[in-house]
């Protein structure tokens, strides 16, 4: 498993990287072998061998990669591209391919039902889009209150927060049955 220094030290390493990486996430495998750093510097994300800080790959974006999130079993990194015209790309995590590219989330992504649906907050279009990657097809825009920052499911899987960014203090809260509620910190 990866040490929060040895992290940081790779972590570190990465922003030394040419061109500059500017690091705006990071993604740890499950085994903690692999350490993904996104870099919005350069439009690319690195893999760095978390024992040797050996960079093993690089795959470029479109766009500067704002969110990393690992598939359930590992197999695919989604990565959320800010743009105007945002993409969450799935990579395969073995070979740095594409394998999908969706239109959603300019900031950050939330998987559930096994890894079978992909949530992505949409920032400046104040949604939430609901992806059922089986199928490659979005299947809701969920109204956020303003915003979406950031997406986290409580735990069982009911409901999924979406912290506001230009909200000062409420988080938009939705359940699989009801509209989304404003709640205050």
Same mark, same amino acid.
């Given at each position: 498993?990866v #040490?929060?220094?040895?992290a940081?030290?790779?972590?570190w390493s990465?922003v $030394?990287?040419?061109p ?9 495998s499950? @085994? ?7 870099c919005?510097?350069s439009?690319?994300?690195l893999? +760095? @061998?978390?024992?040797?800080g050996?960079m093993l ?5 479109? $766009?500067?990669?704002?969110?990393l999130?690992?598939?359930? @079993?590992?197999?695919?990194?989604y990565?959320a591209?800010?743009s105007? %015209? ?6 395969d ?5 594409t394998?999908? $590219?969706?239109s959603?989330g300019?900031?950050?992504a ?7 649906? +992909?949530?992505?907050?949409n920032?400046?279009d104040?949604?939430v889009?609901a ?5 490659r097809?979005?299947?809701a825009?969920?109204?956020? +209150?303003?915003?979406?920052? #950031?997406?986290?499911w409580?735990?069982?899987g009911r409901?999924l927060l ?6 000062? @203090? ?5 359940s699989?049955?009801?509209?989304? %509620?404003?709640r205050?910190?």
């Amino acid at each position: 498993m990866v #040490s929060p220094r040895i992290a940081w030290l790779l972590a570190w390493s990465a922003v $030394a990287a040419e061109p500059p990486c500017s690091p705006s996430a990071l993604g740890v495998s499950a @085994d903690g072998e692999t350490l993904y750093v996104a870099c919005a510097g350069s439009n690319r994300v690195l893999w +760095l @061998d978390s024992s040797s800080g050996r960079m093993l790959r690089q795959v470029s974006t479109p $766009a500067p990669p704002s969110s990393l999130l690992l598939s359930p @079993d590992g197999a695919r990194l989604y990565v959320a591209c800010a743009s105007p %015209r945002s993409r969450v790309l799935a990579l395969d995590t073995a070979s740095g391919r594409t394998l999908a $590219a969706y239109s959603a989330g300019h900031t950050a992504a939330a998987l559930a039902g096994g890894g079978e649906m +992909l949530f992505a907050a949409n920032r400046f279009d104040d949604t939430v889009s609901a992806w059922d990657l089986r199928n490659r097809k979005e299947t809701a825009r969920i109204p956020a +209150l303003r915003e979406p920052q #950031s997406l986290a499911w409580i735990p069982g899987g009911r409901w999924l927060l979406a912290a506001n960014e230009a909200s000062s @203090d409420s988080a938009s809260l939705k359940s699989s049955s009801a509209a989304p %509620r404003k709640r205050t910190a």
